[in-house]
């Protein structure tokens, strides 16, 4: 199991970047593949960006490709979710997870950040 603490949202104007962080706990972090989810009010969670456990493999949804980029830091216990040239329906809560390596769900969650983007 991972404990998961996300930080780093706000709000902004559309155009602009931001940058979300997820702080892991437990010794077994690298073992994880790692993802960003959102949920917009009204609207059901949506997947966003996924690092593999090796940092090596990434992938997007089509509406962030070519905008958001997500890391991971193995040695900080840390993922990262750059958000660049922002809209307005990126406008959700933000929230980090963890899937075993061989695991076939993500069954760890973090509390959520919230991003607000104006127009």
């Known amino acids: 199991q991972v404990q998961l603490v996300e930080s780093g949202g706000g709000l902004v104007q559309a155009g602009d970047s931001l940058r979300l962080s997820c702080a892991a706990s437990g010794r077994t972090f690298s073992n994880y593949h790692m993802a960003w989810f959102r949920q917009a009010p009204g609207k059901e969670r949506e997947f966003v960006a996924s690092v593999a456990w090796s940092g090596g493999s990434t992938t997007y949804a089509d509406s962030v490709k070519g905008r958001f980029i997500i890391s991971r830091d193995n040695a900080k216990i840390m993922v990262y979710l750059q958000m660049n040239s922002l809209k307005p329906e990126d406008t959700a809560v933000y929230y980090c997870?963890?899937?075993?390596?061989?695991?076939?769900?993500?069954?760890?969650w973090g509390q959520g950040t919230q991003v607000t983007v104006s127009s």
């Open positions: 997870a963890a899937r075993e390596r061989f695991g076939i769900r993500y069954g760890n």
